[in-house]
T-cell receptor, first 115, second 117 residues
Framework: ETGVTQSPTHLIKTRGQQVTLRCSSQ?????VSWYQQALGQGPQFIFQ???????GRGNFPPRFSGLQFPNYSSELNVNALELDDSALYLC??????????????FGPGTRLTVT | AQKVTQAQTEISVVEKEDVTLDCVYE???????LFWYKQPPSGELVFLIR??????QNEISGRYSWNFQKSTSSFNFTITASQVVDSAVYFC??????????????FGTGTRLTVIP
């Protein structure tokens, strides 16, 4: 196990609703990245948070937003859910900077179903 | 632009056979990192290996081995004497900035390996 936890494990929402997913990073890590994995596809980078600031973003619309807290845990928020948002959402923690190797450790994911 | 191609969508082998999973990548950076991850049915991505662009030495770890060739932009993964527990989806990934910036990973579409007992 990597020490990265995510909640909830599964979630069912209706189109148009909003959802918040949570991630607790591994101890000593200062960075959290979020990925979306649609069925049968590889994970796609959504964004990364480093020291509570967004530190890079993939090709996702603004209705995907995030937060990182002082304890380095993170939230992913998705507004106005669409059917295509149904996917496994993975978070990964790492340590950037001189003292870190940047290695990403993944959590078990949250399976989101939008109906 | 970065791109990772895993042309093999699904592979089936009989237990104890050797199998090679192919990965071809594209990047304009001279410094980059390549990875392989395993994703069992539980969904969690399991890190297998990281390689930087300056180290072309092949690596062996038990039944796993990796062949990195910059000349062909390939980073192939071989499992020797496959076992049923090797059944999973395997992803190849590329990272460009890594330690210096957003170290996000670009993944291929994965290869589903089924090992038949």
């Amino acid at each position: 196990e990597t020490g990265v936890t995510q909640s909830p494990t599964h979630l069912i929402k209706t189109r148009g609703q909003q959802v918040t997913l949570r991630c607790s990073s591994q101890s000593g890590h200062n960075t959290v990245s979020w990925y979306q994995q649609a069925l049968g596809q590889g994970p796609q980078f959504i964004f990364q948070y480093y020291r509570e600031e967004e530190n890079g973003r993939g090709n996702f619309p603004p209705r995907f937003s995030g937060l990182q807290f002082p304890n380095y845990s993170s939230e992913l928020n998705v507004n106005a859910l669409e059917l295509d948002d149904s996917a496994l959402y993975l978070c990964a923690s790492s340590r950037l900077g001189l003292a870190g190797d940047g290695e990403q450790y993944f959590g078990p994911g949250t399976r989101l179903t939008v109906t | 632009a970065q791109k990772v191609t895993q042309a093999q969508t699904e592979i089936s082998v009989v237990e104890k056979e050797d199998v090679t999973l192919d990965c071809v990548y594209e990047t304009r950076d001279t410094t980059y990192y390549l990875f392989w991850y395993k994703q069992p049915p539980s969904g969690e991505l399991v890190f297998l290996i990281r390689r930087n662009s300056f180290d072309e030495q092949n690596e062996i770890s038990g039944r796993y081995s990796w062949n990195f060739q910059k000349s062909t932009s390939s980073f192939n993964f071989t499992i020797t004497a496959s076992q049923v527990v090797d059944s999973a989806v395997y992803f190849c990934a590329l990272s460009e900035a890594y330690q210096t910036g957003a170290n996000n990973l670009f993944f291929g579409t994965g290869t589903r390996l089924t090992v038949i007992p």
